[in-house]
């Protein structure tokens, strides 16, 4: 089989026409710097190209699709699901040139953006507004925009807030044709037409390209709260979650750590747990600074008969930020215990948090692998992580029965495969488990309507393309 | 010692790179140009391929290596420290090895004892005396970090008519009670700004420490890192290890960020091979300290603060900001120097935006990319015209070298200072004060 793309002189030159010489790399090196993502996958484009405007994009879109070259948008390249890997080769288009943040109307509460502005960027300036944009992935330091948009990305605030796709109001979008189009617009009504915002807001850059986003803002609250709460087992913090929302407060945020995750960090110089503590939740709370210290003594009343070991309220920003170093320090810990991560973003229903942790302390135990579990328990989705040594015999199968399993037990209870981080490339054989033919049936109807050519981003969500695709795939 | 053998000591810390894009944010080059391959992790992918004899020293790669500035701002920022900059060290002297001295910058590393480019520097800087630069040894990193053509367009200070060595006695005696210190100033220190040196060491003095200035100490050698000229470097190590080897002292005070964090760099093994030098490197790594984390550690700000107790009337006040000097800030001391400037009365602290952003000097990096270093620089104007301070102070003369350049070019009504000079002014302003009541 050979490779789709088939990119030659001619059409680099024509890149090059396009956006400038100095903006259309092509050399091994700058390949190279361009085929991965935070899956730390590796495939190869053909071209690397960074363009600076949506006419820009819209000429290189009808160039591909009159030569038939796959592309593929990129942005901070921090996806965790493989979005952005050239399986089939092609043009990557990296939009990290486009940072512009357009406007930022305070009367109307919105801000107009270009895909490559950081998330955090945008915080900020809309901060020193008084203004506010909750969605904070994990990644806000670097991930981008339009990544945000493409992927719906979600974060420790999303309890309260909600995700990227709550957000967003309108788009400019390059079609798969080389088409500009606008969806949505400026008002948080709007009822013409189908909702194709929607449609595209975690489309995986597979329905096309966006390049320009209408967000909506937030007062920003004039005062936020952070608590530490320890337990002795998972039970009571699991239980804990679903007390404290049954109890009609909806914290800003609601993070859980298990037994496993506590053993990475606790030995961290600055961080002091106690002994039994087995489960933790960091507890945030938002808005009037008069409000919070009710809120959060109910809150610890609701855990008190929960096998509540000791809170701890931070009463600066210093101290908060010493709380979420516990949370922040587990990612980089895990290297420890295994030299391959496997990280799942499983979701479940709220209330059935406690029973999705004992199905993953019982798969663990049986199958005697190391998962560990934290995450964003107030909106149930689970960070899992496998950290295994692949180079141990039989220990791939292992791998994939635990995965099969865990995803199964994630559908059974409602739940979801993928919270935030997306199916791209990484969780394509797990699709089926959750969607059934007719459904998948029409999402590939719609991707054929949009692409006709199968040039925007191939190879991703759907499972025989994949296959297909990673077997034609170059990689380094 | 060939590329892969140098490159191979790092293969744990490159497997240690998860390729999450951490390293993005804080990059000074790639926030400038948007470009991945500029950053910590584009590099430690080419590195990788590099090592497994997938990838090769192509132009592009000398371009996205060439554009590092060794800042550090990487290996802060990473969740598994991977030392993204000792890594680009490692190619820039295989660079440097295969392709010649001139490649990573133009005329930079070529500097180093070549007379009639150095005639050509004086003549198109118009600054420098030839007397001056007699004075400077062959191995000094400022001969590497300026070339001609940075020099025709940038401000610098007036050159001072002594050097350091020639100012200050090799030993200042203190109390006897108190522990003997010895002092590393660095090139920028001694020959351009000595007084930076005299303020250290009269502060330090005036606390009660003994303090010693070696006279064979030379270069730390960041510029011979960041040019990847690998012999100068060895040739480095070794004079400052036989300067400071015999001193019975448990801390070498350094008053210069980059050499700070180039002195803990260089002499970590895996750069000299320990037998290469014949002295014990590490060792005097490990007692390198920067004065603003050895006056916090020490307690000396209360002592000082006890000292300064003359009241300064709130009028005659300095409004001053500080500026984070990225190897400071990059090693975790962003506290300190700010609190030594809240300890001196004449000083009305502000905080300015932005003082983390880098200013852009980055060993050779200005004189090799002279217009990104600018680009780089620029992100700082704002906070330092918002601040309204008539002084913004740092912790490395690198940057006060810098900064004078964009606040001259900005057209700002400011100076740049070093911490330890206002320092010493308070306590000489103190001294008065009590003498005359
Ligand atoms: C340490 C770490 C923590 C993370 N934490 C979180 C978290 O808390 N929550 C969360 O949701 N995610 C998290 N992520 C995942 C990742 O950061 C997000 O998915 C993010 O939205 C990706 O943005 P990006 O700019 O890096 O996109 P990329 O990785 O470059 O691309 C991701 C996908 O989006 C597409 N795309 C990018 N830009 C566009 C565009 N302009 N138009 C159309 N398609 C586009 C790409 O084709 C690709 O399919 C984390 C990642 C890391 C490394
Ligand atoms: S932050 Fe560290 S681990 Fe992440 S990509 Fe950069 S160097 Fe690699
Ligand atoms: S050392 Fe500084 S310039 Fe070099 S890659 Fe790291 S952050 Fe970027």
């Known amino acids: 089989m050979t490779k789709m793309s088939m990119l030659n002189e001619r059409h680099l030159q ?24 935070a899956t730390q996958q590796h495939c190869m484009p053909d071209v690397v190209v960074h363009p600076k405007s949506t006419e820009e994009i819209a000429a290189i879109v009808q160039l591909a699709a009159k030569h038939r070259l796959p592309l593929l948008p990129r942005g901070a390249g921090s996806g965790f699901s493989g979005g952005a890997l050239p399986v089939q080769g092609g043009i990557v288009l990296v939009l990290t040139r486009m940072n512009r943040i357009l406007e930022i109307d305070t009367s109307n509460l919105i801000a107009v953006v270009e895909p490559g502005v950081v998330t955090a960027r945008l915080q900020e300036a809309v901060e020193r507004l008084g203004l506010f944009y909750p969605p904070d992935p994990a990644s806000k330091e670097f991930s981008t925009l339009g990544g945000n948009v493409a992927e719906c990305a979600g974060g420790p605030r999303c309890v309260k807030y909600g995700v990227t796709r709550d957000y967003v109001l309108g788009l400019t979008v390059v079609t798969p044709t080389g088409e500009i189009i606008r969806t949505g617009g400026r008002t948080i009504k709007n009822v013409v037409g189908y909702d194709l915002t929607r449609l595209f807001v975690g489309s995986e850059g597979t329905l096309g390209i966006v390049t320009e986003i209408i967000l909506r803002l937030l007062p920003k609250p004039a005062a936020k709260r952070t608590m530490l709460a320890t337990f002795t087992q998972i039970d009571g913090a699991a239980e804990a979650v679903s007390a404290i929302i049954r109890g009609k407060i909806i914290p800003t945020t609601l993070e859980f750590m298990d037994a496993g995750a506590i053993g990475c960090v606790r030995d961290l110089p600055g961080i002091d747990l106690p002994a039994d503590c087995q489960a933790l939740l960091i507890i945030e709370v938002d808005g009037e600074p008069a409000q919070l210290e009710p809120q959060l003594e109910r809150i610890i009343e609701l855990m008190q008969p929960l096998g509540l070991l000791a809170t701890t309220i931070a009463q600066d920003a210093a101290a908060a930020e010493a709380l979420w170093r516990v949370r922040r320090s587990v990612s980089p810990s895990l290297r420890k215990l295994g030299p391959n991560k496997f990280n799942e973003d499983i979701v479940v229903p709220r209330a059935k948090v406690p029973e999705m942790i004992r199905a993953l302390e019982a798969l663990s135990q049986r199958l005697a692998l190391p998962i560990i579990n934290f995450g964003h328990a107030g909106d149930g989705n689970i960070h899992v992580n496998l950290m295994v040594d692949l180079q141990e015999p039989g220990m791939e199968a292992k791998v994939q029965t635990a995965l ?7 559908v059974s209870l409602g739940g979801s495969v993928s919270g935030e981080h ?9 699709i089926g488990l959750e969607l059934d033919q007719p459904t998948l049936a029409v999402m590939q109807a719609i991707k054929a309507a949009l692409d006709p050519l199968g040039i925007m981003n191939p190879g991703k969500i759907f499972p025989a393309e994949s296959r297909l695709a990673l077997a034609q795939g170059e990689t380094v | 010692m060939s590329i892969h053998k140098e490159l191979s000591a790092y293969r744990q810390e490159l497997s240690a790179c998860v390729r999450c894009g951490a390293c993005q944010a804080q990059c000074p080059t790639y926030l400038a140009t948007s470009k991945e391959g ?6 430690l992918v080419l590195a990788t391929e590099l090592l497994a004899g997938r990838a090769e020293l192509d132009a592009e790669a000398v371009r996205d290596l060439s554009l590092c500035l060794l800042c ?35 005329g930079v590393a070529a500097l180093t004892g070549n007379p009639r480019l150095l005639g050509s520097l004086m003549r198109g ?38 050097n350091m060595f020639a100012r200050l006695p090799q030993k200042l005696p203190g109390r006897p009670d108190k522990p003997t210190l010895a002092f590393f100033a660095g090139c920028t220190i001694s020959y351009l700004y000595p007084e930076i040196a005299e303020a250290t060491v009269r502060v330090l003095q005036h606390l009660g420490y003994t303090v010693l200035v070696p006279r064979q100490q030379g270069c730390c050698g960041m510029p011979a890192l960041s040019s990847g000229n690998g012999e100068l470097l060895k040739q480095l190590v070794r004079a400052n290890t036989a300067a400071f080897a015999n001193l019975a002292v448990d801390h070498i005070i350094t008053a210069c960020a980059s050499c700070g964090a180039a002195l803990h760099q260089v002499h970590q093994a895996q750069h000299v091979q320990p037998g290469e030098t014949g002295q014990d490197c590490t060792s005097f790594a490990n007692k390198v300290m920067d004065i603003h984390v ?5 307690g000396c700000l209360h002592t000082l603060a006890d000292l300064l107790t003359t009241t300064t009337a709130t009028s005659q006040r300095i409004k001053v900001c500080y500026h984070d000097p990225c190897h400071l800030k990059n090693h975790g001391v962003t506290r300190e120097p700010r609190a030594l400037l809240r300890t001196l009365p004449m000083v009305d602290y502000v905080e300015m935006d932005g003082a983390a952003l880098c200013c852009g000097l980055g060993g050779t990096f200005s004189a090799s990319q002279p217009d990104l270093s600018r680009t780089i620089a620029d992100r700082k104007i704002e906070g330092l015209a918002a601040s309204g301070a008539e002084l913004v102070a740092s912790g490395c003369p690198g940057c006060i070298l810098q900064l004078t350049d964009i606040i001259h070019r900005a057209g700002l009504p400011m100076q740049a200072v070093h911490t330890m000079t206002l320092a010493l002014a308070a306590l000489e302003q103190a001294l008065a004060t009590k003498e005359e009541m």
């Open chain 1, 14 to 37: 024509a890149l090059r026409d396009i956006v400038g010489t100095e903006h259309v790399a092509s050399s091994r090196t700058d390949r190279l710097t361009h085929s991965f993502d």
């Open chain 1, 404 to 410: 099969t399993e865990i995803f199964r037990t994630t």
């Open chain 1, 422 to 430: 997306g199916i791209g490339l990484a969780k394509q054989p797990y």
């Open chain 2, 38 to 43: 500029a950053a910590a992790r584009g590099n």
């Open chain 2, 72 to 106: 550090g701002a990487c290996v802060h920022s990473c969740p598994n420290q991977v030392p993204t900059d000792a890594i680009v060290s490692v190619l820039r002297r295989e660079i440097s090895k295969k392709k010649g001295l001139g490649l990573l910058g133009k």
């Open chain 2, 125 to 162: 800087a118009g600054l420098f005396s030839s007397l001056f630069f007699e004075k400077i040894p062959e191995t000094s990193g400022l001969r590497l970090r300026f070339s001609p053509h940075t020099l025709q367009d940038r401000v610098f200070p007036p050159l001072p008519r002594q």
């Open chain 2, 294 to 298: 050895f006056l916090e550690k020490e």
